[in-house]
């Protein structure tokens, strides 16, 4: 293990603010979702993992998933420049508790964005409502208006 980031903690609860007043009507019906998530970065020897949990719970329905991302970087950063321009090919696997498992294969162009395809296996018994089949996700991201600036190597 050559690097591992702390990552990052996050949560969520949307829906807090409707009119749940004790003498007052609402017609808002949306309950609030409970969010709560975990993720950190880890750098083994040229390849970089992504980890991370989920948690989210609605009006009793809930959701657990965690998984895994790995970029294998190709291409090289400038070595007298803040430009970044390295790429990767990006492959990963998450399970949704009890309901799916999801394969994914994707592409990290110029730090500018990515382009993840993934499948989602179902495995609860919702797989013959499903004919035994899943479904296919596109997953795509545009980081290029951001400020990728770096160190300066000296």
């Not at 980890?51 to 609605?58: D, E, H, P, S």
């Not at 420049?81 to 498992?101: I, M």
């Amino acid at each position: 293990l050559v690097g591992l980031w702390p990552g990052g903690v996050g949560c969520a609860a949307p829906h807090c603010r409707q009119n749940r007043q004790l003498l007052v009507r609402s017609d808002d019906t949306r309950r609030i979702r409970h969010t709560f998530m975990w993720d950190t970065h880890a750098d083994f020897r040229g390849l970089g993992m992504d980890y991370y949990a989920l948690f989210m719970r609605q009006s009793g329905g809930q959701v657990v998933q965690f998984g895994g991302l790995a970029a294998i970087g190709f291409g090289l950063d400038s070595r007298y420049t803040t430009a970044r321009s390295s790429s990767a090919v990006l492959t990963g696997l998450a399970y949704r508790w009890g309901d799916a498992l999801t394969p994914a294969l994707g592409i990290r162009w110029k730090q500018l964005g990515e382009v993840l395809l993934s499948y989602d296996v179902t495995l609860s018994s919702w797989r013959r409502a499903v004919d035994y089949r899943g479904g296919w996700e596109i997953n795509l991201r545009y980081d290029g208006f951001f400020s990728k600036k770096r160190r300066r190597l000296k």
